[in-house]
């Protein structure tokens, strides 16, 4: 049963660029949520898709965004690249429908993306 | 808005002893989740232990046990039995109870723990 899967695991871009992150969540779940994490840090929520639609976002500007497959796959797409959007960007996944609200989220190994 | 907070950036534990991270954490919410996760080198993020607020008793799984403490709002994980695989970013994470869809997690800095052979 493969987990969850990302890619590409690394990349390099320059700033004003634009990148898309994939993520296929682990079978049989449903909901993917992105974090991004930079160096020394904690993850920080970047937003959630459920149903193809994002239903919760966190404190990140509109040059984020996102989508959800009907195969319940990702992809975050992040505009204009500054400096500072360089970070490991987690993928991770759960079961909603399944478990009712609360499953365990299970992460991918993340893209790490260099902003130059 | 809910926050969390590890207080001790790096530890560092003899093989087979124990060793306790701490995690403090704050809430209006009374209904929430708590988790411990592991991030080795590879990356990937790995739960440990998870703690639902409603339940007092604490969670344990294997080696690793938690003290939660709802008043205070503090949730620590104790290893025992330390082993070197256990070296890795350790992560304490909060995450709201009903209507949250179980994925927004609000990640502490993280505490580094080393083990010594």
């Known amino acids: 049963d493969a987990g969850v899967t990302q890619s590409p695991t690394h990349l390099i871009k320059t700033r004003g660029q634009q990148v898309t992150l994939r993520c296929s969540p682990k079978s049989g779940h449903d909901t993917v949520s992105w974090y991004q994490q930079a160096l020394g840090q904690g993850p920080q929520f970047i937003f959630q898709y459920y149903e193809e639609e994002e239903r919760q976002r966190g404190n990140f500007p509109d040059r984020f965004s996102g989508h959800q497959f009907p195969n319940y796959s990702s992809e975050l797409n992040v505009n204009a690249l500054l400096l500072g959007d360089s970070a490991l960007y987690l993928c991770a996944s759960s079961a909603f429908r399944l478990a009712g609200g609360h499953g365990e989220l299970f992460f991918g190994e993340g893209s790490r993306l260099t902003v130059l | 808005a809910q926050t969390v907070t590890q207080s001790q950036p790096e530890m560092s534990v003899q093989e087979a002893e124990t060793v306790t991270l701490s995690c403090t954490y704050d809430?209006?919410?009374?209904?929430?989740?708590l988790f411990w996760y592991k991030q080795p080198p590879s990356r990937q993020m790995i739960l440990v232990i998870r703690?639902?607020?409603?339940?007092?008793q604490n969670a344990t799984e294997n080696r690793f046990s938690v003290n939660f403490q709802k008043a205070a709002k503090s949730f620590s994980l104790k290893i025992s039995d330390s082993q070197l695989g256990d070296a890795a970013m350790y992560f304490c994470?909060?995450?709201?109870?009903?209507?949250?869809?179980?994925?927004?997690?609000?990640f502490g800095q993280g505490t580094e723990l080393s083990v010594k052979p």
């Open positions: 703690q639902e607020a409603y339940k007092q």
């Open positions: 994470a909060y995450n709201r109870g009903q209507g949250n869809q179980g994925g927004k997690l609000i």
């Open positions: 809430t209006s919410e009374s209904d929430y989740y």
